[in-house]
């Protein structure tokens, strides 16, 4: 199996975490700034679609890393199952963190994009 195949999931998942981060700071930041200048809470509706795009985009890339890093995972161990799995070789561990990293990032950027939902896109920020 090849190195970059292996720190798929894990790579990944820590990439897109940073970049929602970064993005949505820059998209609040750009949004708000002016409006917060003059008291004045209102989100711009094109920052709010902007950063439902950006967040759904890198989840999908997580769940597809997850998913590549599950797929590797299988191949690389004898064990069926992720309850039992130990990573005892660099083949099979690698893919088993890409897995969780996946999931536990994931989860992670879900509850940032959650408060879009229900909050207005300044108020957030707030």
Request: hydrophobic share 60%; aromatic share 12%; charged share 10%.
């Amino acid at each position: 199996m090849r190195p970059g195949r292996l720190w798929l999931g894990v790579v990944t998942a820590g990439a897109a975490w940073f970049a929602l981060g970064i993005a949505e700071m820059f998209i609040t930041w750009r949004a708000c700034m002016h409006n917060e200048q003059f008291g004045n809470s209102i989100g711009n509706g094109a920052a709010m679609g902007a950063s439902f795009v950006v967040s759904f985009l890198l989840l999908g890339l997580v769940a597809a890393a997850g998913f590549a890093s599950w797929i590797a995972w299988r191949k690389a161990s004898a064990q069926r199952s992720l309850v039992e799995a130990e990573g005892r070789t660099m083949q099979e561990f690698l893919p088993l963190v890409g897995v969780f990293f996946c999931l536990t990032l994931g989860v992670g950027m879900v509850w940032m994009t959650l408060p879009l939902f229900i909050l207005r896109l300044c108020a957030r920020v707030r």
